[in-house]
C-alpha cells in the first residue's frame, strides 16, 4: 500500500472531521469542492462496492433483518419519530419537516466506507443503504407530505427516483466491468481504492461547508440552534438504536451509524427550488455530525468493548456463583 493511501486510511475519521473544519476554514475552498459532491458520491460508492465482497454482499442481503427490517426503520420509523418529536416539542413547521426529510433520506452513501474504517461490517452497511434507496422513492414523498403541510413543500418521486438509479446504478455498472476484467488486480490496489474513497469523501465533506461560514456570520443564533438540533438529531438517534439492537458492540454501532448517517444531499437536490431556507440551512448543518461523530466513535469502540467485556464477565460471575 503506498505511503500516503496508508496514513489517509489508518486515519479516515480525523481526515473526513478535518475536511469539516478545512470547508468552514476556507470558504473558497468549499465553494471549489462544491461542484464536486456529485463526482465524489459516485467515487466512494463505486470505491465501496468494489472492496465489498460480492458473495458476501449476497449472503447479507439474504437476511431479513439487513435488507428489509434495517431499511423500512431507518426511512419509515425514524423520519416518524422524529417528525413527532418535532411536533411534541413546538419546533417550528419548516424545522420539523427538514427533520423529517433528513431521516427519510436514505444512509449516507458513504456509510459502508466509513464502516470499513471504524472495523465494522461493511457489507451490512451497503445492503441496508442500497435497499433504503431503493424505497425511498416511495417512501419519502407520502412522509413529506404528511409533515409538510403547512410549509407546503412537494418532492417529485420520479425524479428522485432517476437519481438514485442513475448513482447507484453506474456504480454497480462500473464495478461489475472492473471485477470481470481486472478483479486479480483489485486485491493487490485494495489499500489505493480504500485511500481514493477517503479522498472523495474528504472533498465531499469540504464542499458541505459551502455557504455555511456566511450564513454563520449573518445569523449566527440561528445556525447555531439549527447545529444544535442536527448534532441532538443524529447522536440521539444513534444511541437510542445502539441501546436497542442486539449483539456485539461492533453489531449496535453498525446499525447506529446506518441510523444517524442519512444522504441528505439527495432529498436536498431533489426538493431543489422547493428546499426553503431553513430545510437548506437545517441540512447543511446536518453534514457536521455525519462527519465528526465517526471519530468520536473511533474513539469509543475500545471503550465499549471493553466495558461489555466487563458486563459479560460479572453476569458469568454471578451465573456460577
Not at 493511501?5 to 468552514?24: D, H
Not at 462544491?34 to 460480492?54: C, E, H, N
Not at 447479507?60 to 411534541?88: F, M, N, Q
Not at 409533515?147 to 418532492?155: E, L, S
Request: charged content about 10%.
Amino acid at each position: 500500500m503506498p505511503g500516503p493511501f496508508a496514513v489517509l486510511t489508518r486515519n479516515g475519521p480525523s481526515v473526513l472531521a478535518a475536511g469539516v473544519f478545512l470547508g468552514l476554514l476556507v470558504p473558497a475552498l468549499a465553494d471549489a469542492a462544491r461542484p464536486l459532491m456529485p463526482v465524489t458520491v459516485f467515487i466512494f460508492v463505486l470505491g465501496t462496492l468494489l472492496r465489498v465482497d460480492p458473495a458476501t454482499v449476497l449472503a447479507v442481503a439474504r437476511r431479513p433483518a439487513v435488507s428489509l427490517a434495517l431499511p423500512l426503520c431507518a426511512i419509515v420509523v425514524c423520519p416518524v419519530v422524529a417528525g413527532l418529536a418535532g411536533l411534541a416539542l413546538g419546533l417550528p413547521p419548516a424545522w420539523t419537516l427538514a427533520l423529517v426529510l433528513a431521516f427519510c433520506a436514505p444512509p449516507a452513501s458513504g456509510t459502508s466506507a466509513v464502516a470499513r474504517m471504524l472495523g465494522l461490517d461493511a457489507a451490512v452497511a451497503l445492503v441496508a443503504t442500497l435497499a433504503a434507496m431503493a424505497l425511498v422513492p416511495l417512501t419519502a414523498p407520502l412522509l413529506a407530505q404528511w409533515f409538510g403541510r403547512d410549509p407546503g413543500v412537494a418532492i417529485q418521486p420520479s425524479s428522485l427516483a432517476l437519481r438514485l438509479v442513475l448513482l447507484v446504478g453506474t456504480a454497480e455498472g462500473a464495478a461489475i466491468l472492473v471485477r470481470r476484467f481486472a478483479k486479480e488486480r483489485l486485491a493487490a490496489h485494495a489499500g489505493a481504492i480504500d485511500g481514493v474513497v477517503v479522498v472523495a469523501l474528504l472533498v465531499f465533506a469540504v464542499g458541505t461547508m459551502a455557504g455555511l461560514q456566511q450564513a454563520i456570520v449573518d445569523q449566527p443564533a440561528l445556525v447555531i440552534a439549527a447545529i444544535a438540533l442536527a448534532f441532538a438529531a443524529n447522536v440521539g438517534v444513534q444511541c437510542i438504536a445502539y441501546l436497542l439492537t442486539p449483539g456485539s458492540v461492533r453489531t449496535r454501532l453498525n446499525v447506529a451509524l446506518l441510523m444517524g448517517n442519512r444522504n441528505v444531499g439527495l432529498l436536498w437536490a431533489a426538493l431543489g427550488a422547493a428546499a426553503t431556507p431553513a430545510i437548506a440551512l437545517f441540512f447543511a448543518c446536518a453534514q457536521l455530525p455525519i462527519y465528526l461523530l465517526p471519530r468520536v466513535i473511533q474513539s469509543l469502540v475500545p471503550r465499549l468493548e471493553a466495558l461489555s467485556e466487563r458486563r459479560r464477565s460479572a453476569r458469568e460471575l454471578r451465573a456460577s456463583e
